[in-house]
């Protein structure tokens, strides 16, 4: 059964410091694997996309890291911002003719003042 | 360049009713998805047209789900008869195309709360 698993589940920091988001899944066959941010109230926003050979992925604050081989996954947050506070969810895309994502549980960021 | 829209944010319906949920997807994308969250459960796929036509709809839970394209263009999602496990919030995607260059842009989703 494919599955994407997430931790941890919930997170509080301080703003300013980082933290670093942990995924593990079980897909196969494996396309992607894309990082998500969702705010309170609205939809998933993507936030990277790596495929098979790609290891490390940025955005701005946001850096992503792929191991294929251990079927692992990180999102590491730089110097953290209030505006970052929102749920963070790993989903991989399957490869082969589906093309449907499948969703982890997502990590509940908060960052405090 | 508008997003992804849903209509309506939310709904509240009692068990047995019928519910019509409604995406409108980025311009020229031929890729609609739907997905939705049950409570404290995470996202899951529930279908993908590729313009007006059905290329998977291996996630549709059951008969009472019906998802229309005509046209290509906008969706609808039906419900009917509603039950209480059908709570929860449906979102559509769309994209431009297939593979994993191409992103999936969601919209905002529909809370459906049925009593």
């Known amino acids: 059964k494919n599955q994407v698993e997430q931790s941890p589940q919930s997170l509080i920091i301080l703003e ?20 998500y941010k ?23 604050r946001y850096t992503a890291t792929l191991d294929a081989d251990t079927k692992q996954s990180s ?4 110097a953290s911002q209030l505006s970052d506070s929102a749920s963070y969810i790993c989903v991989v895309s399957v490869g082969t003719g589906r093309r449907a994502l499948t969703f982890g549980s997502g990590t509940r960021l908060q960052v405090q003042p | 360049e508008a997003g992804v829209t849903q209509f309506p944010s939310h709904s509240v319906i009692e068990k047995g009713q019928t519910v019509t949920l409604r995406c409108d997807p980025i311009s020229g994308h031929d890729n609609l998805y739907w997905y939705r969250r049950v409570m404290g459960k995470e996202i899951k796929f529930l279908l993908h047209f590729v313009k007006e036509s059905k290329q998977d709809e291996s996630g549709m839970p059951n008969n009472r789900f019906l998802a229309e394209r005509t046209g290509g263009t906008y969706s609808t999602l039906k419900v009917q008869p509603a039950e209480l496990e059908d709570s929860g919030v449906y979102f559509c995607a769309s994209s431009q195309g297939l593979g994993g260059g ?9 809370r459906l709360t049925v009593t």
């Open chain 1, 16 to 35: 300013g410091k980082n933290c670093t988001l942990q995924c593990n899944y079980t897909v196969s066959p494996f396309s992607n694997l894309r990082w």
């Open chain 1, 38 to 60: 969702q705010d309170t109230g609205r939809g998933p926003v993507s936030l990277t996309i790596m495929t098979f050979s790609e290891n490390t992925k940025s955005n701005g």
């Open chain 1, 75 to 78: 999102l590491h947050i730089t």
């Open chain 2, 102 to 110: 191409y992103e999936q842009y969601f919209g905002p989703g529909t």
